[in-house]
């Protein structure tokens, strides 16, 4: 019996251990976080003022066109995509999967499940003057 409740102890301490050490936030990722959290409401909401707050104003969006080839986007043509949906909420589940930081450097990955499509997405953000922002994106999408 004292076996049984010594087990039972240890089992705990080392679960109390493991979730103090989960609890302890880095700052860094936290505030990244807070960032695509800002990007992925402007998306859900389709809000342009969203994107200018997580986004520097010359960061691109890069992608793949349907003929292959290199597609690219400045942030003033592609929020211009956005005025006749403003403000209207999306159908769907929008996820940060991954976060990689190095010093003032990171990558986070977006994934996206719209009714009909799937988006991936790759931001980078840099931490400038104290304060982190999306760079730049590149995406991936395909139909469900």
Do not use: C
């Not at 019996?1 to 936290?30: C, G, H, R, V, Y």
């Not at 403000?87 to 976060?99: H, N, P, R, S, Y």
């Not at 953000?125 to 982190?132: I, Q, S, Y």
């Amino acid at each position: 019996m004292k076996n049984i409740i010594l087990l039972i102890a240890l089992i705990s301490s080392i679960a109390a251990a493991t979730f103090a050490q989960t609890a302890k936030a880095d700052p860094e990722e936290t505030a990244i976080r807070a960032v695509v959290q800002t990007y992925l409401h402007g998306l859900k909401f389709n809000n342009v003022e969203d994107f200018k707050k997580a986004f520097r104003p010359d960061a691109k969006l890069m992608f793949v066109k349907n003929n292959g080839d290199f597609g690219e986007l400045t942030q003033e043509q592609w929020y211009a995509g956005f005025a006749k949906v403003a403000g209207q909420e999306e159908k769907g589940e929008l996820k940060i999967t991954a976060v990689d930081i190095a010093g003032n450097a990171a990558s986070v990955k977006v994934e996206e499940y719209y009714t009909a499509d799937v988006y991936i997405d790759y931001l980078s953000l840099l931490k400038l003057k104290g304060e982190w922002k999306i760079v730049n994106k590149i995406y991936t999408s395909r139909k469900k």
